[in-house]
């Protein structure tokens, strides 16, 4: 089974702090995803990596940065947090290829920003 | 206008019910379709892929209308254990980059 961990389920952080959100994934997957997750809003994609070192910003990047420094591990930075930061982020992992539409998710990460 | 819609519910039904959601997608290009599925406090979960000619698996039906653009679940039989929030998922080109997520039907079967 393909198994994706964050490394926090909940986080409390005050404003003007770097958060550093980690996620590791062990079945080799090329894709990996950092989406946040707000009610109402769905799923938004924060960024998208497709190799070790290779990354896209998604539909909400502001504020956000990553790293893949390996191919198993993907991590989302938030800077300086900011309270309209809180929401639940998070992380999956897919196979390359065309129309995948599967997407293995982490169990997330709940941020509140005080 | 959102590229994905779905009306949020919440669904109440009866176990036993049948009940069906539909998803809107606004890009007449969007190639493949889904639908996830995610409990409370859970993270998503593929629950099926939507083909051309629609799709069955078990109880559940996935239903694709070009024309109309719009992707359909219909789940038979409902069972508590159905309960949860289904979410509709959209890839408008190849690229993973491009899946789009609506924000989910909730579902509640009641005993």
């Known amino acids: 089974d393909v198994k994706v961990t964050q490394s926090s389920r909940y986080l409390v952080k005050r404003t003007g702090e770097k958060v550093f959100l980690e996620c590791v994934q062990d079945?080799?997957?090329?894709?990996m995803f950092w989406y946040r997750q707000d009610p109402g809003l769905g799923l938004r994609l924060i960024y998208f990596?497709?190799?070790?070192?290779?990354?896209e910003k998604g539909d909400i990047p502001e504020g956000y940065s990553v790293s893949r420094e390996k191919k198993e591990r993907f991590s989302l930075i938030l800077e300086s947090a900011s309270t309209n930061q809180t929401s639940m982020y998070l992380c999956?992992?897919?196979?390359?290829?065309?129309?995948?539409?599967?997407?293995?998710f982490g169990e997330g990460s709940r941020l509140t920003v005080l | 206008r959102k590229e994905v819609e779905q009306d949020p519910g919440p669904f109440n039904v009866p176990e036993g019910a049948t009940v069906a959601f539909n998803c809107t997608y606004s890009n007449s290009a969007s190639q493949s379709f889904f639908w996830y599925r995610q409990d409370c406090r859970k993270e998503p979960k593929l629950l099926m892929s939507?083909?051309?000619s629609g799709n069955e698996d078990g109880r559940f039906t996935a239903q694709l209308n070009r024309a109309s653009q719009y992707i359909s679940l219909l789940i038979r039989d409902s069972k508590l254990s159905d309960s949860a929030t289904y979410l509709c998922v959209v890839i408008v080109s190849g690229s993973a980059r491009q899946l789009t997520f609506g924000s989910g039907t909730q579902l509640t079967v009641l005993p």
């Open positions: 079945m080799d997957h090329e894709n």
């Open positions: 939507v083909y051309s």
């Open positions: 990596s497709y190799d070790v070192k290779m990354k």
């Open positions: 999956a992992s897919s196979l390359p290829g065309t129309n995948t539409g599967e997407l293995f």
